[in-house]
């Protein structure tokens, strides 16, 4: 279902005091009555997954496991940080303490969820601007000109 609409556009929430975190109602359908799984992502965000979608992230890592000792400690050093999580009554998820450490989020602040299109990304607030930002406008405008999609929608 998920891959076929897509995640899209950014949604700022606040993370309580116990690491929760209200899911955005325009995600919520695609995550009702199923498994979440939370893992580490790039740039130091934490990646929310479908089960469809983790399936092929599962089976991408377990692909590379296979190609010497470094991708098989990248492999396990990424599965030993997967978490399985649901959305509770509140519509809210729980972002365990060492996924908010990575991705720098601190309790009682703001968190921004991005869409990125198969999955959707946790990030700081601060933190996500500041890589769009250092991307520069002359390559935002770029991408526009061919039709790419540039800059943060939401």
Same mark, same amino acid.
Request: aromatic share 10%; net charge negative; hydrophobic share 40%.
């Given at each position: 279902?998920?891959?076929? =609409?897509?995640?899209?556009?950014?949604?700022?929430?606040?993370? *309580?005091?116990? &690491? #929760?975190?209200?899911? !955005?109602? +325009?995600? /919520?359908?695609?995550?009702?009555?199923?498994?979440?799984?939370?893992?580490?992502?790039?740039?130091?965000?934490?990646?929310?997954?479908?089960?469809?979608?983790?399936?092929?992230?599962?089976?991408?890592?377990?692909?590379?496991?296979?190609?010497?000792?470094?991708?098989?400690?990248?492999?396990? =050093?990424?599965?030993?940080?997967?978490?399985?999580?649901?959305? *509770?009554?509140? &519509? #809210?998820?729980?972002? !365990?303490? +060492?996924? /908010?450490?990575?991705?720098?989020?601190?309790?009682?602040?703001?968190?921004?969820?991005?869409?990125?299109?198969?999955?959707?990304?946790?990030?700081?607030?601060?933190?996500?601007?500041?890589?769009?930002?250092?991307?520069?406008?002359?390559?935002?405008?770029?991408?526009?000109?061919?039709?790419?999609?540039?800059?943060?929608?939401?």
């Amino acid at each position: 279902m998920a891959e076929a =609409a897509g995640f899209f556009g950014t949604y700022e929430h606040a993370l *309580d005091s116990k &690491g #929760r975190v209200v899911l !955005p109602a +325009k995600f /919520r359908p695609y995550f009702r009555e199923t498994r979440i799984r939370l893992t580490p992502h790039f740039a130091g965000s934490v990646a929310i997954w479908t089960e469809e979608e983790f399936a092929k992230e599962f089976a991408a890592h377990d692909a590379l496991s296979g190609q010497g000792h470094k991708a098989f400690l990248q492999m396990l =050093a990424w599965s030993s940080k997967v978490e399985d999580q649901t959305v *509770d009554a509140q &519509g #809210r998820i729980l972002v !365990p303490q +060492k996924l /908010r450490e990575h991705a720098k989020l601190e309790l009682d602040q703001q968190v921004l969820f991005v869409g990125a299109m198969r999955h959707v990304e946790l990030w700081s607030p601060q933190r996500f601007y500041d890589l769009i930002a250092s991307l520069g406008d002359d390559q935002e405008g770029d991408e526009a000109d061919r039709g790419a999609p540039a800059g943060v929608v939401g």
